[in-house]
C-alpha cells in the first residue's frame, strides 16, 4: 500500500513538533523505516490522517507501526490450488479487495504474484502478505525472502512473517529485518505466537513486529492475548475466522451468530467478520468462491451493537481448531 506520511516528515521538521520526532529503539538502526515509525508513533492523527493501530471504518485500513497502511479485510489463500488461488485472487482485487494472505506452506506464491500481475490495480494499492516456514527456511533465511520475491515476482513483498516459532526464529527474522532495510520487505511480522513467546522473543529483535496472525473466531477468542498484542502497538490478524475447514457450518449456524445476522439482514459470515473488525482484528477469510469472496468485502453497511457484540463474546470456548 502506498505510504502516506511524506507530507509528515516534512510537516514534523518544519514545527519542530517534539511529540512528532520522538525516537523509537527501530529508529536507531533503521533511519529510513524508523522515519516513518515515529511519525506514526506520534499518534498526532490530525497531522498522520491516521492513529497508528487504529481501524479507519471509512478507508478500511490500518496504519501500521512500519508506516505503511494496509487493509482491514481481505483473502487468505490456504489450501487453495494454484488455479483456485489465482482465480481468487483475481475476484477479490475485482471486487475492490486489496490484502492477500499467502505463505510459502501454502505452496500458492507463484499464483497469487500472477494474478496480481495480471490485474489492472496497481501494484502500490495492493497488499500481499507471506510467511516464511521453520526448517529449511529459517536455516537460510535469506535464501528463503529471495526465493519469495522470485516466486511472487511482484517487486517487493508488503509483509512477511515468521510462520511459527520455531528453531532459528530469531536468526530468521534478523533477516527479514535486514531485508527491510534493503527495500526488498515493507513490513514484518510473527504468526502463531501468543504471549509468553512474545514476551521470549521481542526483547531480542529490533524492528518490532508489525503484525500478529494468530487464530481467533468466535470459538477461540484470545481475549488474553489480543490486549497484550495490541498494547505494543501491533496489528493483530485473525486467521481461521470461519473456524477453518471442517468447523465452518457450526460456526455459521451458531444460533446466536445467525440470530444477529437476520436482525441486519447479513449473513453470519459477515457477522463473524465485522465482530473481528469491531475488536480491531484484521479478517483474513479463505475462499475459492467468488460469491464468498465479494459477501466477506462487505462488511461496512452495518454496525454491531453492544448488545451484539456481548453474546458473541460469550460464545469463547477456547476451543483451538489447529496445533499452533
Ligand atoms: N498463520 C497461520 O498459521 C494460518 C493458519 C491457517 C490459516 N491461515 C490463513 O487464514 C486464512 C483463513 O483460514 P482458512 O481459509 O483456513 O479458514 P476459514 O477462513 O475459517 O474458512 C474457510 C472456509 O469458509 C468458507 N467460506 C468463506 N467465506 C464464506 C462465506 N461468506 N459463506 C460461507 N462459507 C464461506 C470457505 O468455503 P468457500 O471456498 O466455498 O468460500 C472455506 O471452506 C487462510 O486462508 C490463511 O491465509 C493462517
Known sequence: MKRKISAIIALTAALGCAACIQSTAQAETNEANAEKTSEADSGDSSA?????????????????????????????????????????????????????????????????????????????????????YPGEQFANPEKAIQDALDKLDIGYIDMMLLHHPGE?????????????????????????????????FLPQVTITPALVQNEIHPYYQENDVIPYIQEHGIVVQGWYPFGGRGHTSELLGDPVISEIAAAHGVTSAQVILRWNLQK????????????????????????????????INGLNRDEKHDWY
Not at 507501526?65 to 483456485?84: F, V, W
Not at 527495500?183 to 509468553?196: A, M, P, R, T
Open 48 to 132: 498522520a490522517g491516521a492513529e497508528t493501530g487504529v481501524f479507519n471504518f471509512e478507508t478500511h485500513t490500518v496504519l501500521l507501526n512500519s508506516g505503511y497502511e494496509m487493509p482491514i479485510m481481505g483473502l487468505g489463500t490456504y489450501s487453495l490450488s494454484d488455479e483456485e488461488c489465482y482465480n481468487s485472487v483475481t475476484a477479490l482485487l475485482e471486487a475492490g479487495g486489496r490484502l492477500i494472505d499467502t505463505a510459502y506452506m501454502y505452496g500458492n506464491e507463484a499464483a497469487v504474484g500472477r494474478a496480481v500481475r495480471d490485474s489492472d490495480v496497481p501494484r502500490e494499492d495492493i497488499f500481499v502478505i507471506t510467511k516464511l
Open 168 to 200: 532459528n526464529d530469531v536468526k530468521a527474522y534478523h533477516a527479514m529485518e535486514q531485508a527491510v532495510a534493503d527495500g526488498k520487505i515493507h513490513s514484518i511480522g510473527l504468526s502463531n505466537w501468543y504471549v509468553e513467546e512474545l514476551e521470549e
Open 280 to 311: 480491531g482484528v484484521v479478517v483474513i477469510p479463505g475462499s475459492g468462491n467468488p460469491d464468498h469472496i465479494r459477501e466477506n468485502l462487505d462488511l461496512f453497511g452495518f454496525e454491531l451493537s453492544d448488545d451484539e457484540m456481548d453474546p
